[in-house]
């Protein structure tokens, strides 16, 4: 029953917004979603929506989840870096496509129950911290930002190996733009889609206009 009910989330929600990538729909298939979702959303775990965390977050919906992963490239041996836990589910995913991943979140909350379920994955390294006030001892192959930023920052690209990959969400409410940066001597932004997203705690603000 759990298998169809995922099969069905892949063909109507997240092969329907453009995820072909096999790598990314064999991990939809083997990861149980709802092991991350809280209590009372678990029979929402396979809708096409974005459930809400303690603390105002909310996990991503899976058709957006999907876009991440695919956009990003991984390869097996990449080294990780997202910022915003959030459930852990995403995390977990990532696990499964790389060899190392590093996750940041704020919530003292969010990163104890995150961290509890991550626990059987060697490969992550759950870090309760600011990512506005952090610094990585090494640069990551890719990054990615969970929370919306209300302008880009590009701290976060210089956290990147060189062919290093960056996934971020910039903008205001009603409408904020997914981003795909690619580090080096050629630096190329792709505009993926529009969506929204709960903003990263502490993200810098534009200054407001003066006259």
Known sequence: ???????????????????????????????????????QYRAMAYADLALPLPGGQEMMTPSVEGRILQALDLKAADRVLE???????????????????????????????????LAPLANVNTICADAFDWKPETAYDAIVLTGSMPQYDDRFEQWLEKGGRLFCIVGRQPIMEALLVTSGELRIEESLFETVTVPLANAPQPDPFRF
């Open 83 to 117: 910022v915003g836990t959030g459930s852990g589910w995403l995390a977990a995913c990532l696990a499964q496509m790389t060899g190392e991943v590093d996750s940041l979140e704020i919530s003292p909350e969010l990163h104890a129950g995150a961290a509890e379920k």
């Open 1 to 39: 029953m759990e298998m169809d009910v995922r099969e069905r989330m892949i063909r109507s929600q997240v092969r329907c917004w453009s995820v072909l990538d096999e790598r990314v729909l064999a991990v939809f298939r083997d990861l149980r979603r709802e092991d991350f979702v809280p209590g």
